[in-house]
């Protein structure tokens, strides 16, 4: 038995040598952002390559001087001085962190592009039926002249169409002319607005629709806001007017068409003026569940961003009972990320305690309202954050 348990202990620190050394093998990838992070050694200082560690011999005292030219040494900072009875023995027999453990979390500009890219492409691509992927940029030409029938913008008749038949091919093309979409005075939104209608084609697009919806933009306030059908379709790929599952039938009988298939980001919706009898109006579980913890909400008219770090949430009903949130609405007057403790199983009681604690304005937060119309019962911790009104 001593034996049986010694074998799986070996096994269990051969599969943790293996797991470490395959993310040092990404040292390289890690290196470019590693360069002018304060976490890194200082530039002028070679780094102990051998054990891919710096030992305590080698650091700084904690006294601000530091060791003599040629060793490894951390940068002078704050953060980095820790109380000698704080430091264990490097003998003790823990397994040293690696460079690219120690960045994982750091994105470079680089990955955040190639990120940016991939979500262009895979929305396109779902718009297309995973068959094909139509990408419009404007050229230096005009190929369309003004008509009777057709007016001239110095825009949509100076595009060109590019199709791919691999979302793979389509990210890359997008990644090389990522400056088209997001440069100053490019146009991107409206580039993107008519690469997503020509992938799904006129033809899909006249299915997906049904009578409540005859366009997929609305006038406001002098400009044009996207209708719930184009929000569909950049979600789940199809041009949806409506959000609840599946076809509904109107009040003439007429067919309403809903969402057919679960997304990988979910949508949630609350409004002050909502009617929440209107069962028309109440998003589905399609949106309601999606395939990632990431949910855009449409809150007042205004949108935001909800998700989980923790992608087994939706897909294990243990994890809901008590689990964190995070909210970004992008206004300017929102300085950092809210961190929002969810729990789902609290007594009604507890509730009332909650919701006390900040005055009798608590619990009428958008905010909160909207993550009730996920988990209805919900007690929502700001953990000190002012909550929104």
Known sequence: MDMEVLGQEQSSEQLDLEEISRKISFLDKWREIFSFHRLGTNNTTPQNHEGNH???DE?????GIPQPKGQGHLPSSGLCSIPNPSIISSKLGGLPI???????????KKEQEQALAAALAGILWAAGAAQKATICLVSEDTYIASTPDYSVDNFTERLQLFEFLENEAAEKFIYDHLQCFRGEGSHGVILFLYSL???????????DLDVTTTQLLQPNAGGFLCRQAVLNMILTGRASPNVFNGCEKGRSQETLHGVLTRSDVGYLRWGKDALEDDRLSQVGSMLKTPKLPIWLCNINGNYSILFCTNRQLLSDWKMERLFDLYF???QSSQ????????????????????????GPRRRFSPVEMAIRTKWSEATINWNGTIPFF
């Open 59 to 63: 650091n700084e005292d904690g006294t």
């Open 197 to 207: 209608i020509f992938s799904r084609t006129f033809e899909r697009l006249q299915m």
């Open 335 to 358: 300085k950092k990320l809210v961190h929002l403790t969810i729990d789902t199983h609290s007594h009604h009681w507890e509730r009332d305690q909650q919701e006390e604690k900040h």
């Open 54 to 56: 710096i030992s305590a």
């Open 328 to 330: 970004y609405s992008g």
């Open 98 to 108: 690696s460079l690219a453990m120690a960045m994982l979390c750091e994105i470079s």
